[in-house]
């Protein structure tokens, strides 16, 4: 199926590693031109190698970012805009979290999560509509989590904010699709962790081993994983891998094959939730 991406202008944020590198590299398949919006610049350095590497035709570009504050988001914006001349479709993949019980966690922490979560794609979102709204056109894809959609422990304030991301979507798309052409949706994954360290795990990635989340909850061994799948309720029999989050989104993103979708959310979890 021609999804009809190619020279199509796309930003993903946390576009360095893990989901955000699949979808960077989905993209890139497709011809598109692909703004990799990260903090980490050395690691979207490696993943915007990988997509000359493809050589299907568009332009790959490393513009650094730090989601949460508004003046570099502005500034990310306006260069993606400079590059490429317009901006099609923004992916606010940047988000994450350490797992700790609600009552053992520091406000420091609950603060870091809204920061990153849910303002971070207030920001982003804000900042490409100044752009997509007078080309009346745009799509904008966030990247959830089914911790927002049925609730998990260990995950209170994440999972609030993942389904504050769910919510602006319906309310964006009532806001702004008719009139704008602009269209919202969001990708809502299980767990999915990394399947090749060493070329899809930055320094700054939640998933970097030895990092903050692996000592809060310990090293992700083959075990370990084998376990969540078993008692998970990963109906599918695996954990999801970074290539079906970024399928979905491509999905999403094609106005050639999804022209009629908008505000909704889209559960790629293995069955993790199944929401009628």
């Given at each position: ?80 805009n ?15 979290t ?13 603060e870091?999560?809204?920061n ?145 979708i ?15």
């Amino acid at each position: 199926m021609d999804l009809k991406l190619k020279g199509k202008s796309i930003i993903v944020t946390g576009g360095a590693s893990n989901v955000g590198r699949a979808i960077v590299l989905g993209f890139a398949a497709e011809g598109c031109n692909v703004a990799i919006a990260d903090i980490d610049t050395k690691q979207g350095e490696r993943v915007r190698k990988e997509c000359d590497e493809l050589k299907a035709g568009g332009r790959a570009i490393v513009v650094p970012c730090d989601v949460t504050d508004w003046e570099s988001v502005q500034s990310m914006a306006k260069k993606v805009n400079d590059e490429f001349g317009k901006i099609d479709v923004l992916v606010n993949n940047a988000g994450g979290t350490v797992n700790k019980f609600f009552v053992e966690t520091p406000r420091s922490d609950w603060e870091r999560d809204i920061n990153l979560n849910l303002w971070g794609t207030i920001n982003c979102t804000r900042a490409v509509l100044d752009y997509m709204m007078p080309a009346k056109s745009g799509n904008v894809i966030n990247i959830s989590s089914d911790g927002g959609r049925t609730g998990d422990p260990t995950q209170v304030v994440y999972g609030a904010t993942k389904a504050g991301v769910i919510s602006m979507v319906k309310s964006l798309s009532k806001e702004l699709t008719q009139r704008y052409g602009i269209r919202f949706n969001a990708i809502s994954p299980g767990f999915t962790p990394p399947v090749d360290y060493e070329k899809s795990v930055g320094e700054k990635s939640w998933f970097v081993p030895g990092g903050e989340l692996e000592q809060a909850i310990g090293a992700l061994t083959p075990e370990r994983l084998e376990k969540s799948v078993k008692f998970g309720g990963y109906v599918t029999g695996r954990l999801g891998r970074p290539e079906d989050i970024a399928n979905a989104v491509l999905f999403f993103a094609s106005d050639a094959v999804c022209s009629h979708i908008a505000g909704q959310t889209l559960s790629v979890s293995g069955g993790y939730s199944m929401i009628g």
